[in-house]
C-alpha cells in the first residue's frame, strides 16, 4: 500500500491550502484515514481523521472550525481543506491509512510541507 500526498506549499497567514492524499497498491479496504503533523523540533501530533463508512470526523482542539477532512471512496483518497491558516501551523503533513481499529493506523505518506508565514 502506498500513500501519497500533495498540496502542500508556502501561503501568508489568513490563506488557505487544500492536501489531498491518495492511497493505491493492494488495498484490500479502507477503515479510516488521518492527517497528522509534526512541526520543527516538536513531536508528530493528529490533526483530524476519517471513518470510511459513514463519513464521520475528529479534529484536534487546535484545528477545529478551520480544517475540514474529507474523503472520496471511489477514488481512495482524502483531502484536508485547510482555511484561516495561522503560522503555528506550519509543519510536515502526513497522511496515513488505518484498519479495523480507530486511531491505529498502519501506512504512512512521505509527507508534504505547509508553511505559513506571518
Known amino acids: 500500500v502506498q500513500l501519497q500526498a500533495f498540496g502542500g506549499g508556502l501561503v501568508q497567514a489568513g490563506g488557505s491550502l487544500r492536501l489531498s492524499c491518495a492511497a493505491s497498491?493492494?488495498?484490500?479496504?479502507?477503515?479510516?484515514m488521518g492527517w497528522f503533523r509534526q512541526a520543527p523540533g516538536k513531536e508528530r501530533e493528529f490533526v483530524a481523521s476519517?471513518?470510511?463508512?459513514?463519513?464521520?470526523?475528529d479534529y484536534a482542539d487546535s484545528v477545529k472550525g478551520r480544517f475540514t477532512i474529507s474523503r472520496d471512496a471511489i477514488r481512495n483518497t482524502e483531502y484536508l481543506e485547510m482555511n484561516s491558516l495561522k503560522p503555528e501551523d506550519t509543519a510536515i503533513y502526513y497522511c496515513?491509512?488505518?484498519?479495523?481499529?480507530?486511531?491505529?493506523?498502519?501506512?504512512w505518506g512521505q509527507g508534504t510541507l505547509v508553511t505559513v508565514s506571518s
Open positions: 496515513a491509512l488505518g484498519g479495523r481499529t480507530y486511531n491505529q493506523y498502519d501506512y
Open positions: 497498491g493492494r488495498l484490500v479496504s479502507i477503515y479510516h
Open positions: 476519517i471513518r470510511w463508512s459513514g463519513g464521520s470526523t
